[in-house]
């Protein structure tokens, strides 16, 4: 979280370096220095936490489709992540960045990409229903992978997460957050959308009248 601010603070710093046309060199070095090293430390933590995602879909026990993940600059284009790659980056692409008024490069340009894996397709290419699959894939691989760092599953909030899931599929994502013993909020718009959960659940309904909203447990 630190080297976040930090890299943000300097990177606003140096944009607006940037939108004010200042060339001084010895500015922009001190700035960059310390993106450079905080953009790194973000880059290395990022890589950890694909790692351990992928970890934790390796072998599991579940009813999604395995997710590959992968960090990409714009346009799909590689991304300088050590300290001297990215120093560099900033110190020949100042004049690039100058006509732009921004950071055209660094972390903050990182986006996020994934594969179904089974497929060999790109997730943006694949239907709704595969893309919520995916994404289920991720949050309770994500979850495990807590659960084994900290010794104790993360708190789950899930908003209508059984839209676009067939009665297997909601069956299968409840199953899985039982086993992962995880205190889990879930919204949706039907009652019926819970019907795998049984007694496992507890319900709570929420119903608007003359604008007010009434509350009934059970």
Not at 10 to 33: F, H, T
Not at 126 to 136: D, V, Y
Request: negative net charge.
């Amino acid at each position: 979280a630190q080297a976040v601010l930090t890299y943000e603070k300097a990177m606003r710093e140096r944009n607006r370096l940037l939108k004010d046309q200042v060339s001084d060199a010895s500015w922009y070095g001190a700035l960059e220095a310390q993106m450079a090293q905080a953009g790194a430390a973000i880059m290395a933590k990022r890589r950890l936490a694909l790692e351990r995602v992928a970890q934790a879909q390796d072998g599991a026990a579940t009813g999604f489709p395995a997710a590959e993940l992968a960090l990409a600059g714009p346009d799909g284009s590689e991304m300088p992540e050590s300290e001297a790659d990215l120093s560099a980056a900033y110190a020949d692409g100042r004049g690039r960045d100058m006509a732009a008024g921004r950071t055209l490069s660094g972390p903050h340009r990182v986006d996020l990409e994934a594969v179904y894996a089974a497929k060999g397709v790109a997730a943006r290419q694949c239907s709704t229903g595969e893309q919520k699959a995916l994404l289920i894939s991720l949050i309770l691989s994500n979850a495990r992978a807590l659960s084994e760092d900290f010794g104790a599953p993360p708190i789950l909030l899930l908003d209508e997460v059984a839209a676009h899931l067939d009665a297997n599929r909601r069956a299968a994502l409840y199953d899985e957050i039982c086993a992962l013993k995880a205190q889990a909020f879930l919204t949706g718009i039907g009652r019926e959308l819970f019907d795998e959960l049984g007694e496992k659940a507890q319900f709570v309904e929420v119903e608007e009248s003359a604008s007010v909203s009434n509350v009934r447990q059970n």
